[in-house]
């Protein structure tokens, strides 16, 4: 399994982007896939998860209310609408994918993508 990760870029604070992960290769019909960010000097963290048991989506508690979570199944592909950046969502964003059953637990993921930086101005 293999994952794109796309979509970052330079917005002002305030600002709006869409972050894309494009899985390719043989899946499982059942899996979690979560968006995790690291900012410089920082250890990864979690930031929204669907879940590989009932497709239950969760976010950090920084992000709830201005991020969405959406997947495509067709498409293997799994969307971060980001409103409301702020300058501390400034980090690089990885999308994981895992058959695991807690989704907001890194040792779930299995494969990582090679990230997309977002960086929020002020």
């Known amino acids: 399994v293999q994952l794109q990760a796309s979509g970052g870029g330079l917005v002002q604070s305030g600002g709006s982007l869409r972050l894309s992960c494009a899985a390719s290769g043989r899946t499982s019909d059942y899996y979690a896939i979560g968006w995790f960010r690291q900012a410089p000097g920082k250890e990864r963290e979690g930031v929204s998860c669907i879940s590989s048991t009932d497709d239950s989506t969760y976010y950090a508690d920084s992000v709830k209310g201005r991020f969405t979570m959406s997947r495509d199944n067709a498409k293997k592909t799994v969307y971060l609408q980001m409103n409301s950046l702020k300058s501390e969502d400034t980090a690089v964003y990885y999308c994981?994918?895992?058959?695991?059953?807690?989704?907001?637990?890194?040792?779930?993921?299995?494969?990582w993508g090679q990230g997309t930086e977002v960086t929020v101005s002020s």
């Open positions: 994981a994918l895992g058959y695991g059953n807690y989704c907001r637990e890194r040792r779930t993921y299995n494969y």
